[in-house]
């Protein structure tokens, strides 16, 4: 048995003293897309911030492996060079900072750290041109500060642009659907689709099935009150779209 | 007493034959400060009487000031009858190459992305024939002097020039302006001189790279530019590299004449030593910069000021003539124990005058920093405009911004306009960036480049990338 890209073992975390995730296990392996459901509040933003190492969650118990190694303690740009990427549910804003100027300096941060070459200028706008046409990103946005100004779905295709440029291996997408129209969905869902590959996986967070009509998912799996209640095929992201998530709230209480 | 008064006596009457520049080792008066040493200093660099005179004049008139105390940095009190208020510049110690020199200060001169050639001079390294400083400066002067452009040191500008300085030395910043600028005009060492003829466009930026004499003439230095009817001048001070002093207090003043239709464009970096983590140590850099504006002139101060355990300094523009501009841009950083108190005073006196304040202040640590700034409408500026930001960054819980804006106008018809904010860098910032694989400390950088921006882009292309780095340089390890 290959060993999976992604493995979460009995993970507990917590945020200020208050545990949020007690005990959550998910394996994912390369080639794979899976999706994460779940009810607000029931820790699927929490997942994919531990996982790529914010500093304000503890980690009582458990592991999280990538490829096969523990990453709980390493830094956070660590995770990213070693090509762990997550798109954000809220795009921060950074004045002053280029988007180009920014993911250049990304993009080559990564690169040292892997030992390659860091890309010339006319390299990375060659780079630029191509995913810019993937995700299409008005080029306008580019040469902005990073998301200073830009529409709510502006800011999410600049994630899924930021992601066609870093071209990681474990992409974790939160809630980027959301906030989406249908254009700005489809092309969102190309862009993930262009990239499927057989040594990248994607986690994707969402609230809706909506997305994954475009995505077809692997395996879909629900969140509920910090534990993972239920796995299943893409049957059961169109069962929760009809049933809501009430039956499953019983189920796992008298589990 | 007397035989201080003896001492003082001597050398005041000793010949100064080869001017300013020639090196005497250990040539100095003993500390304190009365009118003997005034006129010994005087007499030490062959002035002419109406400058002694003048020295007098600030002297006395110091003798009837008090220090002020209104300014939020508090500093332990000066003895100023303890202070060496003349010593010729002793011969820096050569060093045969770059081998010999910490290399904690070659790490930094490499991040700063400093030239080897400006390192050696840096560090003191014996230059070889081709860089030799000299020449250098040789040539640049040559090249200046076709064009009618006068840049020398001050005391030179003296005795060469003596109409242009008798003419200009106090008519922005006179004797009787401040405690500390009036004993700068009473005990000034040296500086720099620079005259730029009607029409002529300066060819080149000048820096303190080709200056003359800077060497141990840092403490009271003298700067005096003036631009004639339609020239325009880009001038350079001070250097990203840190520069370390034994001299605490450190009293310049600058003063620009900028005529009918002239440019000064003045860029400062300012990167003295602050002190230790404790707060121990450190310059006192209480500087008096001040320009004039005649019509249709512009004058425009850019600082980056991330150095010093205090800084206090308020670069001033006093619009005089209708239609002439004024600029203030300026970067203040402070962290560990570092204050500054900075800002500006834009004077507008005559018509359709216009002012832009930009300033950002990035306090981390226990840093604390105040802008204060003047605007000064007087009642015949008809149309007179003003924009000014005021933007502060806060890193840490620990470090203090305040904005103290002052608006005096005497005109109806003028109109002022004042934003300003305060902000702190967020953690979800410095997370996404992480995410994206910048360390943490390019993070920060980043982030405060990003808000520096305004300011950064007015400085000279080379400076702005040096100060650039500068600033991420000052910021490592104050997060987290």
């Given at each position: 048995?290959?060993?999976?890209?992604?493995?979460?073992?009995?993970?507990?975390?917590?945020?200020?003293?208050?545990?949020?995730?007690?005990?959550?296990?998910?394996?994912?392996?390369?080639?794979?897309?899976?999706?994460?459901?779940?009810?607000?509040?029931?820790?699927?933003?929490?997942?994919?911030?531990?996982?790529?190492?914010?500093?304000?969650?503890?980690?009582?118990?458990?592991?999280?492996?990538?490829?096969?190694?523990?990453?709980?303690?390493?830094?956070?740009?660590?995770?990213?060079?070693?090509?762990?990427?997550?798109?954000?549910?809220?795009?921060?804003?950074?004045?002053?900072?280029?988007?180009?100027?920014?993911?250049?300096?990304?993009?080559n941060a990564q690169r040292k750290s892997r030992g390659e070459e860091e890309l010339s200028g006319a390299q990375f706008i060659e780079l630029v041109k191509e995913k810019a046409k993937l995700v299409d990103i008005d080029q306008g946005l580019l040469n902005r500060s990073v998301n200073e100004g830009f529409s709510g779905g502006e800011k999410k295709r600049n994630?899924?642009?930021?992601?066609?440029?870093?071209?990681?291996?474990?992409?974790?997408?939160?809630?980027?659907?959301?906030?989406?129209?249908?254009?700005?969905?489809?092309?969102?869902?190309?862009?993930?689709?262009?990239?499927?590959?057989?040594?990248?996986?994607?986690?994707?967070?969402?609230?809706?099935?909506?997305?994954?009509?475009?995505?077809?998912?692997?395996?879909?799996?629900?969140?509920?009150?910090?534990?993972?209640?239920?796995s299943g095929g893409k049957d059961l992201a169109l069962q929760l779209e009809e049933k809501g998530y009430a039956w499953l709230e019983e189920e796992a209480a008298t589990a | 007493m007397t035989e201080t008064n003896e001492t003082v006596q001597a050398l005041a009457e000793q010949e100064y034959k080869h001017g300013w520049s020639s090196e005497v080792e250990s040539?100095?008066?003993?500390?304190?400060?009365?009118?003997?040493?005034?006129?010994?200093?005087?007499?030490?660099?062959?002035?002419?009487?109406?400058?002694?005179?003048?020295?007098?004049?600030?002297?006395?008139?110091?003798?009837?000031?008090?220090?002020?105390?209104?300014?939020?940095?508090?500093?332990?009190?000066?003895?100023?009858?303890?202070?060496?208020?003349?010593?010729?510049?002793?011969?820096?110690?050569?060093?045969?190459?770059?081998?010999?020199?910490?290399?904690?200060?070659?790490?930094?001169?490499?991040?700063?992305?400093?030239?080897?050639?400006?390192?050696?001079?840096?560090?003191?390294?014996?230059?070889?024939?081709?860089?030799?400083?000299?020449?250098?400066?040789?040539?640049?002067?040559?090249?200046?002097?076709?064009?009618?452009?006068?840049?020398?040191?001050?005391?030179?500008?003296?005795?060469?020039?003596?109409?242009?300085?008798?003419?200009?030395?106090?008519?922005?910043?006179?004797?009787?302006?401040?405690?500390?600028?009036?004993?700068?005009?009473?005990?000034?060492?040296?500086?720099?001189?620079?005259?730029?003829?009607?029409?002529?466009?300066?060819?080149?930026?000048?820096?303190?790279?080709?200056?003359?004499?800077?060497?141990?003439?840092?403490?009271?230095?003298?700067?005096?530019?003036?631009?004639?009817?339609?020239?325009?001048?880009?001038?350079?001070?001070?250097?990203?590299?840190?520069?370390?002093?034994?001299?605490?207090?450190?009293?310049?003043?600058?003063?620009?004449?900028?005529?009918?239709?002239?440019?000064?464009?003045?860029?400062?970096?300012?990167?003295?030593?602050?002190?230790?983590?404790?707060?121990?140590?450190g310059v006192f850099n209480f500087v008096t910069k001040r320009g004039t504006a005649h019509e249709n002139a512009k004058v425009s101060w850019t600082q980056v000021e991330t150095g010093s355990a205090i800084t206090w300094k308020y670069p001033s523009c006093v619009l005089k003539g209708d239609n002439s501009v004024g600029e203030f841009y300026s970067v203040a950083?402070?962290?560990?124990?570092?204050?500054?108190?900075?800002?500006?005073?834009?004077?507008?006196?005559?018509?359709?005058?216009?002012?832009?304040?930009?300033?950002?202040?990035?306090?981390?640590?226990?840093?604390?920093?105040?802008?204060?700034?003047?605007?000064?409408?007087?009642?015949?500026?008809?149309?007179?405009?003003?924009?000014?930001?005021?933007?502060?960054?806060?890193?840490?819980?620990?470090?203090?911004?305040?904005?103290?804006?002052?608006?005096?106008?005497?005109?109806?018809?003028?109109?002022?306009?004042?934003?300003?904010?305060?902000?702190?860098?967020?953690?979800?910032?410095?997370?996404?960036?992480?995410?994206?694989?910048?360390?943490?400390?390019?993070?920060?950088?980043?982030?405060?480049?990003?808000?520096?921006?305004?300011?950064?882009?007015?400085?000279?292309?080379?400076?702005?990338?040096?100060?650039?780095?500068?600033?991420?340089?000052?910021?490592?390890?104050?997060?987290?």
């Amino acid at each position: 048995m290959t060993t999976p890209l992604l493995e979460v073992k009995d993970l507990h975390v917590s945020v200020d003293g208050t545990e949020i995730l007690h005990g959550v296990n998910l394996s994912v392996a390369a080639g794979e897309v899976h999706a994460i459901m779940g009810t607000n509040g029931s820790g699927k933003s929490t997942l994919t911030k531990v996982i790529a190492g914010h500093p304000d969650y503890e980690i009582t118990k458990g592991d999280v492996l990538y490829k096969g190694k523990s990453i709980i303690e390493d830094e956070p740009e660590d995770r990213a060079r070693a090509g762990i990427f997550l798109a954000f549910q809220y795009p921060v804003e950074v004045p002053g900072v280029s988007n180009m100027y920014f993911l250049r300096s990304a993009l080559n941060a990564q690169r040292k750290s892997r030992g390659e070459e860091e890309l010339s200028g006319a390299q990375f706008i060659e780079l630029v041109k191509e995913k810019a046409k993937l995700v299409d990103i008005d080029q306008g946005l580019l040469n902005r500060s990073v998301n200073e100004g830009f529409s709510g779905g502006e800011k999410k295709r600049n994630e899924i642009f930021q992601l066609a440029m870093l071209a990681p291996t474990l992409a974790i997408l939160d809630e980027t659907d959301s906030g989406l129209d249908i254009d700005a969905l489809k092309t969102v869902a190309d862009g993930v689709n262009s990239m499927r590959a057989t040594e990248r996986a994607f986690l994707l967070v969402t609230h809706y099935q909506r997305l994954l009509n475009y995505i077809q998912p692997d395996q879909v799996h629900v969140l509920l009150g910090g534990r993972i209640v239920k796995s299943g095929g893409k049957d059961l992201a169109l069962q929760l779209e009809e049933k809501g998530y009430a039956w499953l709230e019983e189920e796992a209480a008298t589990a | 007493m007397t035989e201080t008064n003896e001492t003082v006596q001597a050398l005041a009457e000793q010949e100064y034959k080869h001017g300013w520049s020639s090196e005497v080792e250990s040539d100095q008066l003993p500390p304190g400060l009365n009118e003997d040493i005034v006129r010994a200093i005087s007499a030490k660099k062959n002035e002419p009487q109406w400058l002694t005179d003048w020295r007098l004049r600030a002297y006395r008139h110091w003798l009837t000031m008090p220090e002020p105390d209104w300014q939020k940095p508090k500093y332990p009190k000066i003895d100023y009858q303890n202070i060496i208020y003349y010593s010729a510049p002793k011969k820096k110690p050569t060093v045969e190459s770059l081998d010999e020199v910490d290399p904690e200060l070659l790490e930094t001169f490499e991040k700063l992305g400093i030239s080897l050639d400006e390192q050696k001079r840096l560090t003191g390294v014996a230059v070889d024939a081709v860089f030799d400083s000299v020449s250098v400066k040789t040539t640049f002067r040559e090249e200046l002097s076709k064009q009618g452009i006068v840049f020398c040191s001050f005391s030179e500008a003296v005795h060469d020039h003596p109409e242009l300085v008798k003419k200009y030395l106090g008519s922005v910043v006179p004797y009787t302006d401040n405690y500390f600028a009036t004993l700068n005009s009473a005990v000034f060492s040296d500086g720099s001189f620079c005259y730029i003829p009607p029409g002529v466009r300066c060819p080149m930026e000048l820096s303190t790279y080709f200056r003359i004499n800077t060497a141990g003439t840092g403490q009271f230095e003298r700067t005096l530019l003036i631009a004639d009817e339609g020239a325009y001048v880009s001038y350079l001070e001070g250097c990203t590299a840190p520069q370390r002093d034994e001299n605490q207090l450190h009293a310049a003043v600058v003063e620009l004449v900028a005529l009918k239709g002239a440019h000064i464009k003045y860029s400062t970096v300012q990167n003295w030593y602050p002190g230790d983590k404790n707060g121990k140590g450190g310059v006192f850099n209480f500087v008096t910069k001040r320009g004039t504006a005649h019509e249709n002139a512009k004058v425009s101060w850019t600082q980056v000021e991330t150095g010093s355990a205090i800084t206090w300094k308020y670069p001033s523009c006093v619009l005089k003539g209708d239609n002439s501009v004024g600029e203030f841009y300026s970067v203040a950083l402070t962290r560990d124990h570092q204050m500054a108190d900075t800002g500006t005073k834009m004077i507008h006196i005559g018509k359709n005058t216009k002012s832009t304040i930009i300033s950002k202040g990035i306090s981390a640590g226990q840093g604390d920093q105040t802008y204060r700034g003047l605007v000064k409408i007087l009642p015949k500026a008809h149309g007179a405009r003003n924009y000014s930001v005021c933007d502060s960054l806060l890193i840490g819980g620990k470090c203090g911004a305040h904005t103290v804006p002052y608006i005096e106008s005497a005109n109806k018809s003028a109109v002022i306009e004042h934003e300003a904010s305060t902000s702190k860098i967020s953690d979800d910032q410095i997370f996404f960036l992480r995410q994206r694989g910048l360390s943490e400390e390019d993070a920060v950088s980043m982030i405060v480049n990003g808000f520096c921006k305004d300011v950064l882009s007015e400085l000279p292309m080379e400076f702005a990338v040096e100060a650039q780095k500068l600033l991420g340089l000052k910021l490592e390890g104050a997060v987290g």
